[in-house]
């Protein structure tokens, strides 16, 4: 049926169910798995004229800090799952064309993902990743919450 499964994943604590179940789907259809973390860059001459350096390399270094823990703990389940696995974590300024693009290039057959189920003004101002990736995807999306 599938056999690669692209897994976004941003770190989070919720983003952890869609890790287990895309790791137990894998494991039950002997399928490989890609992780996928995307990280958004500080971008904009303007923004960056407005902080000091400092934060700047502090933002980086917490982006680099959650890509290094996302990627052990994705190392860690994948091998207690025993499921082949590999992760990748890429900073881009659009992280559902960024899930869709990889899960093409590396030939994904399904992508899963959790959504944090955000309604009116509040999905309205921080958008929805999910909402993105299911209206661009060409492959099917298994969203978990």
Do not use: N
């Not at 692209?6 to 890790?19: H, K, M, P, Q, V």
């Not at 101002?125 to 919450?145: D, F």
């Amino acid at each position: 049926m599938y056999t690669h499964i692209l897994i976004a994943t941003d770190g989070s604590e919720l983003a952890e169910a869609g890790l287990t179940q895309g790791l137990a789907l894998a494991k039950a259809l002997g399928a490989r798995v890609t992780v996928l973390s995307v990280q958004v860059p500080l971008t904009g001459l303007a923004l960056e004229a407005l902080m000091e350096s400092t934060a700047v390399e502090a933002y980086e270094s917490s982006v680099a800090e959650v890509s290094a823990r996302t990627g052990r703990t994705v190392a860690e389940r994948a091998a207690a799952a025993g499921v082949a696995a590999d992760f990748v974590a890429l900073t881009r300024e659009l992280p559902a064309q960024t899930i869709v693009e990889t899960a093409t290039e590396r030939g994904c057959d399904l992508i899963v993902m959790t959504s944090h189920g955000r309604r009116g003004l509040t999905r309205l101002v921080l958008g929805s990743q999910t909402a993105e990736v299911l209206a661009l995807a060409q492959v099917p999306v298994l969203v978990v919450r």
